[in-house]
Structures are given as structure tokens and as C-alpha cells.
């Protein structure tokens, strides 16, 4: 049985995360409020829901101009959204053609990149979704949506 | 019974020298696949037979002309090199007296340090603090 990833963009690589995770995909036109606190993340306003995000867009020095694309997904501590510079598509891995990171790069992104597949010279990073915030970045999240 | 022997490699002007016997390949102009959320002296990773061999390099600037590929203790690493002098006996490497234990002599009257891989292992898995 294979994974389902969603495939989406963000400065120069390409990134896979789990499609069961993803809760909705916009493109944010004019969002009503957008806020950052440090470390890229941040809070976004649509309609009457306060959405915490991460933007991976500026985290990655994108240059891409346009309008972002926010993928809304379950993060262990709440919906997160991602902002990421485009949408590529969905995927159907085997999961024997992931190939896992050597431990020393697991570690140093501090668990967020587990491995990577390969689309013809095109390199997919499978991301774990549930790290790519942590705990330090959720408490300054936690502060903008309180005030 | 066989002579010691070093690949001498240079990054950013400093030489670097490792035994021969941890030497796997010597890569001229490496495909680096790139990573984002790593430490900085983590460059990526190149793709060979046996898989994803993380690639280190030494020095911010370094050109990544050639990748030292070797095994190490802890594994396959690569670390990226501006120039390969090539691969140098003990006896032709000057050992000062001096020498620390971070060097294995001179070449050319220019010293030849030992990399601390180790130590770039642990700065990158954040075990330790980049000096």
C-alpha cells in the first residue's frame, strides 16, 4: 500500500507531506490580517478563523513573488497552516522507494526531514509535518492569538 | 606490511590530510542534493550506491569542487574539498615537533590538520555548540 503526499513548493526544494494530515489548500488573495511573530511564524485571518502558521516562503529565502498558498493540516497541537510558494500535486509513493535520511541529517533538522523520493532528477523531501513547528514556536503563537 | 598514507586536501587555504585507509572515492564536481532545516556545515547529501552519504563542509566559502567520500567510524561522510593534492606517505609529510594532535606534519612547509569530524558530527546534530 502505498502513501499519499501532497506536493507543494517553497524557495528551492519540493517538499511531500502526508495527504491524510491535510485538512484544506487555499491561496490566500488578501488575507485580512497577518501577523509574525518570530522565527517565521505567525498568525493569518480568514474570515472569522485566526489560523497559526509557519511560512516556509521566508524560512527558505523564496524569492517566488505571487500570492502563497496556505496548506491548513492536523499538527499534534492544532490545525497549522504552511505557506508555501506553490502547489504541485498529489503523489502515490511505494513506501520502499522512500529513501530514508542517514540519522545525522534526521537529527539536525531536528526531526523534520525523514527522507526523500525521487521523481526523475527531481528530489522530494517527505517532511514530518509534526515538526515542523515546535514546542518554543507554539508558545509564541499561543501569545499573538491570545492578545 | 603497508606504509601510512594520507589523501591531502585543501579547504578555504587550510590542508586537511586523512588516512588512507578510511578513503572510499574522491568525487570531482559532486552532485550535493541540498537540505533545508539543517545545520549550516551540513551540506546536503550525495547519492551513491548504498544510499544518502551526508556531505560536510569545513569551511563557509569552500567550493565543493571535489567531495572526499570516506568511512568513518560513524559512517559514510563527505567532505567537501577546493583541491585534491593527492595521496601523500607519511614520510613525506614533515612532522613538527610541534604538531598538535589536530595536525600530521606539513607540506610544503604548510601545515596539514587532521579533521575533527567528530566534532562537526556533533556541532551539526547539535550536541555541541559551532566554536
Given amino acids: ?147 | 606490511m603497508s606504509e601510512e598514507k594520507y589523501i591531502v586536501f585543501s579547504v578555504k587555504n587550510k590542508l586537511f590530510g586523512i588516512d588512507t585507509m578510511m578513503l572510499i572515492n574522491v568525487v570531482n564536481t559532486p552532485e550535493v542534493v541540498r537540505l533545508p532545516f539543517v545545520h549550516s556545515e551540513l551540506k546536503g547529501v550525495m547519492l551513491v550506491d548504498t544510499g544518502p552519504v551526508p556531505v560536510f563542509s569545513f569551511a563557509d566559502g569552500a567550493s565543493g569542487k571535489f567531495a572526499v567520500l570516506v568511512d568513518s567510524q560513524w559512517g559514510l561522510l563527505g567532505i567537501l574539498a577546493d583541491d585534491v593534492f593527492g595521496i601523500i606517505d607519511k614520510e613525506s609529510l614533515k612532522i613538527s615537533e610541534d604538531a598538535g594532535s589536530d595536525s600530521i606534519g606539513e607540506l610544503s612547509g604548510r601545515r596539514v590538520f587532521r579533521p575533527d569530524l567528530k566534532g562537526v558530527l556533533d556541532t551539526v546534530a547539535g550536541t555541541r555548540e559551532k566554536n
Fill in chain 1, 1 to 147: 500500500m502505498g502513501e499519499r503526499l501532497l506536493i507543494f513548493g517553497a524557495g528551492d526544494y519540493l517538499f511531500g507531506l502526508k495527504l491524510d494530515t491535510v485538512l484544506r489548500v487555499d491561496t490566500i488573495e488578501a488575507p485580512d490580517e497577518i501577523k509574525y511573530g518570530d522565527r517565521y511564524c505567525g498568525t493569518v485571518k480568514i474570515s472569522n478563523s485566526t489560523i497559526p502558521f509557519v511560512d516556509l516562503r521566508k524560512k527558505l529565502n523564496s524569492h517566488l513573488a505571487g500570492k502563497p498558498v496556505l496548506i491548513r493540516y492536523e499538527h499534534p497541537y492544532c490545525t497549522l497552516g504552511i505557506l508555501s510558494d506553490n502547489l504541485s500535486g498529489i503523489q502515490e509513493i511505494e513506501k520502499e522507494s522512500l529513501i530514508p535520511f542517514p540519522e545525522i541529517v534526521v537529527k539536525s533538522s531536528r526531526d523534520i526531514l525523514q527522507g526523500f523520493f525521487l521523481k526523475g532528477r527531481q528530489v522530494i523531501l517527505f517532511v514530518n509535518g509534526g515538526k515542523l513547528i515546535s514546542m518554543d514556536d507554539m508558545k509564541i503563537i499561543e501569545k499573538m492569538t491570545v492578545v
